[in-house]
């Protein structure tokens, strides 16, 4: 599932030149460390191209976003620990999202809007209460 969500405003966000990388780290601690080839973006159709989302579907790392990565729910939270100067300004459309995620910080952000320009590597955090416990198929 992607695509793009008409009813918000387009995120302005800098693709990346150079190489560099992501650490997700999962709720139960477990991190993954991803270098991110700019030559790749996009990964998928998740996600602006070069998000965090997208990073992290083209890699294997489990991000929620039931929305499919349009802006539309707040899901995909994260929690930039390390590199967010790196990454694009967020959207009111994005924050209002936000507004509606348990355990937000100054430093959350929505997997599917925030997209890193490379110039610094990235620790972000995936939060527990974005863990969908109940899924079709398990």
């Given at each position: 599932m992607?695509g793009?969500n008409?009813?918000?405003?387009?995120a302005?966000?800098?693709?990346p030149?150079t190489?560099?990388?992501?650490?997700?780290?999962q709720?139960d601690?477990?991190?993954?460390?991803?270098?991110?080839?700019?030559?790749?973006?996009?990964?998928?159709?998740?996600?602006?191209?070069?998000?965090?989302?997208?990073?992290?579907?083209g890699?294997?790392?489990?991000?929620?976003h039931?929305?499919?990565?349009?802006?539309?729910?707040?899901t995909?939270?994260?929690?930039?620990?390390?590199?967010?100067?790196?990454?694009?300004?967020?959207t009111?459309?994005?924050?209002?999202?936000?507004?509606?995620?348990?355990?937000?910080t100054l430093q959350?952000?929505?997997?599917?809007?925030?997209v890193?320009n490379g110039?610094a590597?990235?620790?972000?955090e995936?939060?527990a209460v974005n863990?969908n416990l109940v899924?079709e198929g398990?």
């Amino acid at each position: 599932m992607g695509g793009t969500n008409p009813y918000i405003k387009k995120a302005d966000y800098e693709l990346p030149k150079t190489t560099f990388t992501v650490t997700y780290i999962q709720p139960d601690g477990v991190s993954t460390k991803v270098t991110v080839d700019p030559d790749r973006i996009p990964y998928g159709e998740t996600g602006l191209p070069g998000s965090l989302l997208d990073i992290a579907m083209g890699n294997g790392v489990d991000l929620e976003h039931v929305c499919g990565g349009v802006c539309a729910c707040s899901t995909c939270h994260v929690v930039v620990k390390q590199g967010l100067e790196s990454c694009n300004e967020g959207t009111d459309d994005e924050f209002d999202q936000l507004d509606e995620a348990p355990m937000t910080t100054l430093q959350s952000r929505l997997g599917c809007q925030c997209v890193p320009n490379g110039t610094a590597d990235l620790v972000v955090e995936i939060p527990a209460v974005n863990k969908n416990l109940v899924r079709e198929g398990h």
